[in-house]
């Protein structure tokens, strides 16, 4: 598997217009995954990701972390791109974990991936996930094509299988909304 199949141009071009609901789910909660706040919450750009960004967007604070300290894979390499915003981002600029969200894959031992809830620990709860609320097919279909996508890079493979694994360990049953297998 190479370190460089994924093009991060399609994955933005196919994710710019989806949203998890029809209208917009910032209504329900008040933004509040989006929020600038205390906890100084982000999201971690994938390898190469960084290179959809100047790294001089006044609504993002780049902050370059070692992996071995952020418990990453041992193929993950310095830096990792932990990213924080203002809480604002233009929609075609935002990076990818948050067009995810509340989705996110776990991948079987026998290579079925799937599309789950979410089952960090967040400071917020999310009423997508606490409802149960029945998300949009293209979101679903079009998160599950991003995730086969990136899926090829090794190094993005590694960090599934090991949250994946991590998962299965803690006995979390997360929710399920889609599976590659037929
Ligand atoms: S917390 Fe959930 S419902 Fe609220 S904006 Fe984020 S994704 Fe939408
Ligand atoms: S980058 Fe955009 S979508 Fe992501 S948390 Fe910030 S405001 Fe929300």
Partial sequence: MSKKTVDYQ???????????IHGDCGRLCGEICCRDNEDNLGVYLFPGE???????ENWLQFELRHPAEDD????????????????FCFR??????????????????DNTLL?????????????LITKRTQ??????????????AL???RRIRDLVE?????????????????SSRK
């Fill in 10 to 20: 399609i994955l933005y071009q196919l994710t710019n217009d989806i949203t998890p």
């Fill in 50 to 56: 960084e290179g959809m960004f100047t790294g001089k």
């Fill in 72 to 87: 990453f894979p041992p193929s993950w390499e310095y830096p990792v791109y932990f990213v924080h915003c203002t809480g």
């Fill in 92 to 109: 075609e600029r935002r990076p990818l974990n948050c067009r995810f969200f509340p989705l996110t894959p776990h991948l079987l031992k």
């Fill in 115 to 127: 599309l789950i809830h979410e089952t960090l620990e967040l400071p917020y709860l999310c009423p």
């Fill in 135 to 148: 998300l949009r097919k293209d979101f679903i279909a079009v998160t599950a094509r991003c995730w086969l």
């Fill in 151 to 153: 899926l090829r890079d």
């Fill in 162 to 178: 090991m949250d994946s694994r991590e998962r299965e360990k803690e006995g979390l049953r997360p929710h399920i909304v889609w």
